[in-house]
């Protein structure tokens, strides 16, 4: 399990106080967003998914699955936009979109990956198929569940983009930011195509799995977000500019720490179980470990991966040997190293109140357990 | 299967001259639509499906999939566009980004449905689960080819939107359609969901049945595209409200046909298997059938919907059940019904070139065979 007491200290500029109060006006943002994401949901559901008991159960579910997010991709486009402009309740909403997007991403991954478990509960595809079980309708329910999953992502999709567009910014202020916003959303469909093919048994090397990691999830995560942000409030190219590349820097980061916990986490604290190693997930810390093993190792590595079936004790055998290749520490000092480089770019041209978010936000990133 | 012998003859003030001419440019307009189309896609697939020869045979195979429409949508929409505006490569573009979103809903149709034949050839799911087992990777190769199939879809609509919006034509006119762009696309995913449960084992009514035919498929097919052209060419309301009449009445006549199509079809002819008795879709000939036979027939039909598995002689004898009970006449005359409203919607103040076009297209949705 990860301990987080080795965490650096944040930029020196940041003192207790800066911290404290960014921190509080994060969460407030993060609840704000939540009550704008879920209350456009709930517009959307109530028109279009009353028509029988099922689909208004199922909307319900949706509901709770999107109020368990972390609100990470709309708190970075937010603090894009604050690097342009003043608070907005339109951007608020605006941000909230990228929630949407998100929870179409997890759910139709969740059931292409046929994972039982997110966000501390049972994952929407396998609540459908227990819905649909109570009902008592005909056919599969494990079928009509990854069905249903599918459908309530579509339907994410599709509003999402449309929540951006009528949070209530002008057409010229989303205009800017839109091809960002496109390519985005496109990424993230790619990504998760490449992801298909992205198996331990087939260890790819480590820059291509870093590459996937990017494309797939850090882009998403924190570069685009927050260009899409600062584009919405008209940011000028240079300070652009700089939020991409600490944005790239900290996506990364973010995506090798998603890679260290999904072998290494505590699923009481992640809400999913670490079971890359069960899904033979070909992360980055698996091509690292496979690169840098000696040829004993490396046989052994490539023996756990190949079995059909992998129990309790050959997982964390699995787990051991990936730390004795040392890839676990260099991974941890990548994640560093992309952290210094992110908070080094943040410079006065940034302004002060997104400036010290960006700060508390590559720590968190970088850092967490969860 | 279904002759076309007795189709009606169409509107009177319908020359032999004016229908050769219309169909002579729908023609071309199909091509064109066609080639603008997949020339979107071909960009958009080099862009983002190059980073590995399965994702670009995946791409081919989509490009081969959106080459085989029959552009009905793509046509109304354009056709729309003519009762307010003049010919317009923009209008093109953007009445042709509906093929892709059609594209989405097909493909993920067949991958929630398990069908495995679509426009004369395999579904696209089960063409990417060939292409995963000619390359030799891991996992399961039927697996990979529904999880490609939805992200392909989902690729699809996204680009349509995109497509929509970079068609040429100014933000002003994309604005006026993106209200109805954005109910058809809610409509037609919230109408999958719908079909979910729809399963002849438990028969709907006739009214519940057509009522989510119209809102998956009738409405997404003619009324919808209809409306967005006429927007986008700024049209008055007035003729707006008879292109929605219209629009209604031939979806719906559209969706019968479909229906009737789905159990008495030639595959030959429509591309893809008379399958709906052995899915056991509860369309909207099965739930006629249902409440209008008399009890030993419906008996015999809900036995037939309750076997496990279904032969060929089971399924004869249910189509001629379905005969005998008189739903299928009675769908017939449904249709007929339909086509003469919605040809009688078509006064003078339908511009003449539409007008000409949308007898020939009503003609066409009620009476094809494929």
Known sequence: MIRNSDAPAVAPAFSTVDREATEVWLAQFRADARTEALGYLRR?????????????????????????????????????????????????RAAASLELLHTFALVQDDVMDSSTTR?????????????????????SAERFGESAGIVLADLCLIWSEQMLRESGLDGAQVRRALESY?????????????????????????????????RKSGNYTVRRPLEIGAELAGCEPGLLDRLTG????????????????????????TGKPADDLHTRKASTVVALADEMADSRQRRDLRALAGRSTLDRASAERWRQLIVATGARREVEIAIEGRYSAAIAILDESVPERPRLALATLAQWCTHRSS
């Open 44 to 92: 959307r559901c109530a028109e279009h998914l009353g028509h029988s008991p099922l689909s208004r159960e199922l909307a319900g579910r949706l509901l709770d699955y999107a109020a368990r997010g972390k609100y990470v991709r709309s708190t970075f486009a937010y603090v894009g936009w604050l690097c342009g402009a003043a608070d907005s309740p339109a951007a608020v």
């Open 119 to 139: 966000r501390g509960v049972d994952a929407l595809h396998v609540q459908a198929a227990q819905a649909h079980r109570r009902s008592g309708l005909s056919g």
């Open 182 to 214: 496109d390519s985005m959303r496109t990424e993230l469909a790619a990504g998760q195509l490449d992801d298909l093919y992205n198996d331990a048994r087939d260890v790819p090397s480590f820059a291509t799995a870093l590459d996937i990691a990017r």
């Open 246 to 269: 600490y944005g790239t820097a900290i996506g990364e980061a973010f995506q090798l720490r998603d890679d260290v916990l999904g072998i290494f986490g505590d699923p009481a604290l």
